[in-house]
Structures are given as C-alpha cells and as structure tokens.
C-alpha cells in the first residue's frame, strides 16, 4: 500500500503506519487489490490528510465506507469526481445546505473547496472492495482514524466535529466538547433523512461555532465545473 502522511501528520501518525495492526492492514490491502478492483485508486487513499493539512483543520466531517462504485470514491468522504452524479446522501446534503443557506445545488458533487478551507473529510474505513460496501471494516482502518480524530481532538483551537449518524456518534467518546464544538444529527441518507437531518441546519451550524472563536466561516457553495 502507498502510504503518503504528509507535512505534520506524518509526525502525528508515522508511529501508527508502524504499528503491527497497521502492517497487517496494508498486507490485506495489497492482498485485495490482487485480487479485486479496490477503491479508491491507491495513491488516494490518504487524500483528506493531504488536502487538509494538520494546522488548517477547523471542521472535521465523518463519514463511514468510501463509495464502492466505479469512479466515486477519490479519498474525501461523501465527494465524487467531477462528471459523477452525486449519490443519494450527497444530494440530500446539497438539498439541506440549500435550506439552510440559501447555496444553489450544484452540477457537480466534487467537495475538494471544503477540504481547501480546513475541513478534514475522514471516512473511519479507508479502502472497499468495488461493489462490496463495508468490505474493508474491521481489519484495521478503524484503529487508525480513531487515532486522527484524537489528534485533532488534540488541537488548541476549536475544531468543529459534524457527526452524522449513530456510526458516526459513537466517536463522541474521542472528542473533548469543553475545547471543541460537534454538531450532529440523523445521515443524510435516504434511509434515515427525513428522520432528523433535513431541517438540522447543521452547516450554519458550523459556522456560527467557528464565528464565535474568531475564526473564518466556510464558504459551503461548491461552484459547477
């Protein structure tokens, strides 16, 4: 498996890619990639650390399995590439976000502007099998993203944790909410939707949390491509 931690997280986590859980992972990995397509493409699996650089986090997004399908998952959580029609989840957020504050819904469901804004866009599982969601649970990237949550935790300034979902709840445990803010509610999939996510509000949500440290709103409206 390529692993490329740059800048500050490879001080974070290098000692995590040592770790003999994570050396069994990357042997699993490697061994599913022989054998099957595995998303997303190898060089990037790692691709929220890279576009949110530790010093820039100030949100961080949850989500679960990346995308399964050909062309979908690019290594941020709920994006897909330009030309790639937003799944279910990630249309029900642009129609939230469009309640919420008014953003027109885009042509596109490619959230690389946010992650250029400091939001780290983790999935808690790195890679699938394609076609086989939650494929890859429970061998190991757990172990690891657990460890990026509590190093964000670890930040001075606040950082804003949106946690959709019980999956994603269950990280509260990780999380100091003297020192930093979450903000959470139902997924935004089809399944559970209508059930507390649309009317949540949780984007100006985030905003008002960093406004009220000082800090720089996120910009939310992804521009069509």
Same mark, same amino acid.
């Given at each position: 498996?390529?692993?490329?931690? /740059?800048?500050?997280?490879?001080?974070?986590?290098?000692?995590?890619?040592?770790?003999?859980?994570?050396?069994?992972?990357?042997? @699993?990995?490697?061994?599913?990639?022989?054998?099957?397509?595995?998303?997303?493409?190898?060089?990037?699996?790692?691709?929220?650390?890279?576009?949110?650089?530790?010093?820039?986090?100030?949100?961080?997004?949850?989500?679960? $399995?990346?995308?399964?399908?050909?062309?979908?998952?690019?290594?941020?959580?709920?994006?897909?590439?330009?030309?790639?029609?937003?799944?279910?989840?990630?249309?029900?957020?642009?129609?939230?976000?469009?309640?919420?504050?008014?953003?027109?819904?885009?042509?596109?469901?490619?959230?690389?502007?946010?992650?250029?804004?400091?939001?780290?866009?983790?999935?808690?599982?790195?890679?699938?099998?394609?076609?086989?969601?939650?494929?890859?649970?429970?061998?190991?990237?757990?172990?690891?993203?657990?460890?990026?949550?509590? !190093?964000?935790?670890? !930040?001075?300034?606040?950082?804003? @944790?949106?946690?959709?979902?019980?999956?994603?709840?269950?990280?509260?445990?990780?999380?100091?909410? *003297?020192?930093? *803010?979450?903000?959470?509610?139902?997924?935004?999939?089809?399944?559970?939707?209508?059930?507390? @996510?649309?009317?949540?509000?949780? @984007?100006?949500?985030?905003?008002?949390?960093?406004?009220?440290?000082?800090?720089?709103?996120?910009?939310?409206?992804? /521009? $069509?491509?």
């Amino acid at each position: 498996m390529y692993i490329h931690l /740059p800048g500050a997280w490879q001080k974070l986590l290098g000692g995590e890619v040592q770790q003999p859980y994570f050396q069994k992972l990357t042997h @699993f990995v490697d061994e599913e990639r022989q054998n099957y397509t595995v998303y997303p493409p190898e060089r990037e699996v790692f691709s929220s650390l890279e576009l949110a650089p530790y010093e820039q986090v100030r949100v961080l997004l949850l989500g679960q $399995d990346p995308y399964h399908d050909e062309n979908q998952a690019h290594g941020l959580c709920f994006s897909v590439r330009p030309g790639i029609k937003p799944p279910p989840s990630l249309a029900n957020m642009f129609k939230e976000l469009h309640s919420d504050l008014g953003c027109k819904i885009p042509n596109n469901g490619y959230l690389m502007p946010w992650a250029k804004q400091g939001v780290l866009m983790l999935n808690t599982v790195l890679t699938v099998r394609a076609h086989t969601a939650n494929s890859h649970k429970n061998h190991g990237w757990e172990k690891f993203t657990d460890e990026v949550i509590r !190093k964000v935790n670890e !930040k001075e300034q606040r950082v804003v @944790f949106i946690l959709w979902g019980a999956h994603a709840q269950k990280k509260r445990a990780l999380i100091d909410t *003297s020192r930093h *803010s979450i903000v959470e509610s139902a997924h935004p999939s089809p399944l559970s939707a209508r059930n507390g @996510f649309f009317g949540s509000k949780p @984007f100006s949500a985030v905003n008002q949390a960093l406004r009220e440290v000082g800090e720089p709103e996120i910009d939310w409206q992804i /521009p $069509d491509l």
